[in-house]
Every structure is written in structure tokens, then in C-alpha cells.
């Protein structure tokens, strides 16, 4: 029997091809700007946002928009502004959202495990279709975002100074990233969860890093690789019965274990080709009349 007969595999699987799409696109400015974690760090704070919707019977995936997209301004303020660094804001960040979700959640009466845990690490089959419309409205923002601004973005992230001395908005770009990647973790979580989002964001990038030759086609090749590995991972979930989140992390690691050993091979047998070519002498017409003269 296909998968497509169910109704619960066909809003996982768009679920899955909504996050492929959304958490690459945002991760590959995270990479190039060296915060692969920010991503993670915004998942422990929308443990918080999640916690605040059982708390008060809210939707977990508004509050968790919400709270994430604050976390991240005060995350970027703090790096842009103050005297810490960024990564002592993103740990303080780390371990409070950590708390204040466990303490919420502690108060909150009618929490149940099952439902922590699809929050932490994803429960695609449990994705209803008014999830589905959230997680659509989001993904499309987060898109519009990362592909219409990408040369400003890009200049940032790349050069923060030199996109000053250029005139670009650096703060509001810094700003509008910061909550695009935000909202990519209230996206995910129902995917892969709040613990596991930033490996989504970071290893198709990373992956298509490999083996890509520029900043455009490094985005590309990671969303295309974001949404086989989550397309493939949910599938795999649903034969093997075990957390879509897991499986579709586990499958990205891989990926990029197996293009890393790939390209490290090729890369051993063109520098031993190129070193056999060093080494053999080039005998052209003229190499060979001197030798017959000599």
C-alpha cells in the first residue's frame, strides 16, 4: 500500500519539503557568517515559547515565534552592542531558555511527555493541517526573505565592515537575519524538533560546501539537499517507526561523510596524478631532437 493513501504521510511530507526548503536557506548565512549554533541556541530559547503555550492554552508554534524572534533581537544586540562576546550571549541565551522552559512546563498542569517530546524532537505524523498552514505562512516568509535580500545579507555576512563603509542597514540587516532564523526554528521543530533544527540549518550547507563553488550555488545545492534528506528521512521514519527528527539528522551526517570521503579521495588522486605529471619529463618535438643529437 503507498504512503500516499494516508492523509497523516502526505502533511508529513510537506511538512518535511517545507523545512528542506526554509532551514538551508537561512543556515548557509549562519555558515558564512561562522554561528552555525545560532540556530540551536534559538531552539533552546523556543522551548520557553512552547512551554508559554501549554502554560496559558495559547498555540505553542505562535508563542514559540514569538519568543525565539525576541531571544534573537537580544541575542544580536548583545553581540552588536555590548561589551560580551557572541558566543557567552548565545550560551546565556542557551541555558536560559533551557530553564524558563522547564520551569514553565513544571507549572503548566496538563503537559504531557508526549507532547514535550514531539516538540523537542519532531513528530512529523502528528502534524495537523492547521500546522501545516502556520508552517507554510512562515517557510514562505522565511524564503522571500533569504532569496530577495541575499546580495545585502551576503555582504553582511561575509564583510560586516566593509558593508558599513558601503552604506548598507548593517544592524537591520544583522536584525531581519537574526528573526528570519527564528522563525526557520518555530518552522523545523515540528519536523526535527527544537534540539536537532540546527543540524538541518548547518549540514546540507556544509555538505554542498563540499563540492560547490561559490556562495549561490552552496545554497542551492544545500536547499537541494535539505529537501532529499528530509523527504527521504520522513519516509524512512514512517517504515522504520522511529522520530522522524533522528532519522532525518541521522541521514544528513551521511551524507556528509560520505561526500566528505568522496571529494578527500578525488582530491588524493588528482594531487597523485598532478605529482606524476611533475615528475615525468615533458618530451616535446624539440626535447626529442636534442636527445637524438646528443
Same mark, same amino acid.
Given at each position: 500500500?503507498?504512503?500516499?493513501?494516508?492523509?497523516?504521510?502526505?502533511?508529513?511530507?510537506?511538512?518535511?519539503?517545507?523545512?528542506?526548503?526554509?532551514?538551508?536557506?537561512?543556515?548557509?548565512?549562519?555558515?558564512?557568517?561562522?554561528?552555525?549554533?545560532?540556530?540551536?541556541?534559538?531552539?533552546?530559547?523556543?522551548?520557553?515559547?512552547?512551554?508559554?503555550?501549554?502554560?496559558? $492554552?495559547?498555540? &505553542? @508554534?505562535?508563542?514559540?515565534? *514569538? /519568543?525565539? #524572534?525576541?531571544? !534573537?533581537? +537580544?541575542?544580536?544586540?548583545?553581540?552588536?552592542?555590548?561589551?560580551?562576546?557572541?558566543?557567552?550571549?548565545?550560551?546565556?541565551?542557551?541555558?536560559?531558555?533551557?530553564?524558563?522552559?522547564?520551569?514553565?512546563?513544571?507549572?503548566?498542569?496538563?503537559?504531557?511527555?508526549?507532547?514535550?517530546?514531539?516538540?523537542?524532537?519532531?513528530?512529523?505524523?502528528?502534524?495537523?493541517?492547521?500546522?501545516?498552514?502556520?508552517?507554510?505562512?512562515?517557510?514562505?516568509?522565511?524564503?522571500?526573505?533569504?532569496?530577495?535580500?541575499?546580495?545585502?545579507?551576503?555582504?553582511?555576512?561575509?564583510?560586516?565592515?566593509?558593508?558599513?563603509? $558601503?552604506?548598507? &542597514? @548593517?544592524?537591520?540587516?544583522? *536584525? /531581519?537575519? #537574526?528573526?528570519? !532564523?527564528? +522563525?526557520?526554528?518555530?518552522?523545523?521543530?515540528?519536523?526535527?524538533?527544537?534540539?536537532?533544527?540546527?543540524?538541518?540549518?548547518?549540514?546540507?550547507?556544509?555538505?554542498?560546501?563540499?563540492?560547490?563553488?561559490?556562495?549561490?550555488?552552496?545554497?542551492?545545492?544545500?536547499?537541494?539537499?535539505?529537501?532529499?534528506?528530509?523527504?527521504?528521512?520522513?519516509?524512512?521514519?514512517?517504515?522504520?517507526?522511529?522520530?522522524?527528527?533522528?532519522?532525518?539528522?541521522?541521514?544528513?551526517?551521511?551524507?556528509?561523510?560520505?561526500?566528505?570521503?568522496?571529494?578527500?579521495?578525488?582530491?588524493?588522486?588528482?594531487?597523485?596524478?598532478?605529482?606524476?605529471?611533475?615528475?615525468?619529463?615533458?618530451?616535446?618535438?624539440?626535447?626529442?631532437?636534442?636527445?637524438?643529437?646528443?
Amino acid at each position: 500500500m503507498s504512503i500516499f493513501t494516508f492523509d497523516f504521510m502526505i502533511r508529513a511530507l510537506l511538512g518535511a519539503l517545507l523545512v528542506g526548503l526554509t532551514a538551508p536557506a537561512v543556515g548557509v548565512y549562519l555558515v558564512q557568517r561562522r554561528m552555525a549554533l545560532l540556530g540551536d541556541g534559538i531552539g533552546h530559547i523556543a522551548l520557553t515559547g512552547v512551554a508559554l503555550g501549554f502554560l496559558f $492554552s495559547w498555540a &505553542p @508554534v505562535l508563542t514559540a515565534v *514569538l /519568543v525565539s #524572534a525576541a531571544g !534573537a533581537v +537580544v541575542i544580536e544586540l548583545i553581540r552588536a552592542r555590548g561589551r560580551t562576546s557572541g558566543d557567552v550571549a548565545l550560551a546565556v541565551m542557551f541555558y536560559g531558555g533551557i530553564a524558563g522552559g522547564v520551569l514553565l512546563i513544571g507549572l503548566s498542569a496538563g503537559t504531557s511527555n508526549v507532547n514535550l517530546l514531539s516538540y523537542l524532537f519532531g513528530s512529523l505524523l502528528t502534524t495537523s493541517w492547521s500546522d501545516l498552514v502556520i508552517i507554510a505562512v512562515l517557510a514562505a516568509a522565511v524564503l522571500v526573505v533569504t532569496l530577495l535580500l541575499r546580495p545585502w545579507l551576503f555582504a553582511v555576512c561575509h564583510d560586516e565592515e566593509f558593508a558599513t563603509v $558601503s552604506g548598507l &542597514p @548593517v544592524r537591520l540587516l544583522n *536584525l /531581519v537575519l #537574526a528573526v528570519t !532564523a527564528a +522563525v526557520t526554528v518555530t518552522v523545523a521543530m515540528r519536523v526535527v524538533g527544537l534540539l536537532l533544527v540546527s543540524a538541518l540549518m548547518v549540514i546540507p550547507v556544509a555538505t554542498a560546501q563540499q563540492v560547490a563553488r561559490g556562495f549561490v550555488t552552496t545554497m542551492l545545492g544545500g536547499i537541494a539537499l535539505g529537501v532529499t534528506i528530509s523527504l527521504s528521512g520522513a519516509v524512512g521514519s514512517y517504515y522504520l517507526n522511529v522520530a522522524s527528527g533522528a532519522a532525518i539528522v541521522v541521514l544528513a551526517i551521511a551524507v556528509f561523510l560520505l561526500v566528505t570521503a568522496g571529494t578527500a579521495l578525488l582530491r588524493r588522486r588528482g594531487g597523485a596524478a598532478a605529482a606524476r605529471t611533475a615528475t615525468t619529463p615533458d618530451l616535446g618535438l624539440d626535447d626529442e631532437h636534442v636527445m637524438a643529437d646528443g
